[in-house]
């Protein structure tokens, strides 16, 4: 029997909106091969669970991490900033 990669776990798990599953796999994946498109879509993860502050703060660290994705970065940090009403961060 063939075992499932984990970006196919991590794909069932979103479709299945299991979102706290799909945390926990890219949590696993990021160990695994951390890349700034796997941290967007782990950002995306925290969004669908309501994790503001953690979405907020796993991203201010990636712009740093990623200069070239810093735009998505900020986008994320934005959104989470302005869901936590934190209004002092959004500029």
Not at 24 to 45: F, G, H, M, V
Not at 47 to 56: E, K, S, V
Not at 63 to 78: G, V
Request: hydrophobic letters at 35%; charged letters at 25%; aromatic letters at 10%.
């Amino acid at each position: 029997r063939k075992e499932i990669s984990l970006d196919e776990k991590i794909k069932t798990c979103e479709l299945g909106g299991d979102w706290n599953q799909a945390l926990s796999c890219y949590e696993q994946a990021l160990k695994q091969s951390p890349c700034a498109t796997r941290y967007i879509d782990y950002l995306q993860c925290l969004r669908n669970l309501g994790h503001m502050q953690a979405m907020l703060t796993q991203s201010q660290g990636e712009i740093r991490n990623y200069p070239f994705h810093a735009h998505e970065f900020r986008a994320s940090a934005l959104q989470a900033s302005w869901r936590l009403g934190r209004w002092d961060l959004v500029e």
